[in-house]
Nanobody, 123 residues
Framework: VQLQASGGGLVQAGGSLRLSCAASGRRFSNNGMGWFRQAPGKEREFVAAISWSGGTTRYADSVKGRFTISRDNAKNTVFLQMNSLKPEDTAVYYC?????????????????WGQGTQVTVSS
């Protein structure tokens, strides 16, 4: 099982990026999916999560209104649209597949993790 995150890069403050996470090896259409991030010297933190159907989403307060999580179960892929990026959004972003169908902001609820993609926002 592999989760391949992509779409990271260098962007100026106020810009946008769209991250993708493609799963292979098994289907995750019945699982909640999430995005987490880890900045240098900091703990990994929750960013966004989505339930199996896409009907329920959760966001960290720091990204609410700027980031949007979505999924395409036919393509076994989850996305994170990031707008109005700020320098404090700079981090390695990880996607993860959950144990349950619901969305969760707890990292312990996630079984499979991708390798991460770097997002750097310059001021």
């Amino acid at each position: 099982v592999q989760l391949q995150a992509s779409g990271g890069g260098l962007v100026q403050a106020g810009g946008s990026l769209r991250l993708s996470c493609a799963a292979s090896g098994r289907r995750f259409s019945n699982n909640g999916m999430g995005w987490f991030r880890q900045a240098p010297g900091k703990e990994r933190e929750f960013v966004a999560a989505i339930s199996w159907s896409g009907g329920t989403t959760r966001y960290a307060d720091s990204v609410k209104g700027r980031f949007t999580i979505s999924r395409d179960n036919a393509k076994n892929t989850v996305f994170l649209q990031m707008n109005s990026l700020k320098p404090e959004d700079t981090a390695v972003y990880y996607c993860a597949a959950g144990r349950r169908a619901s969305s969760s902001n707890w990292s312990d609820e996630y079984t499979y993790w991708g390798q991460g993609t770097q997002v750097t926002v310059s001021s």
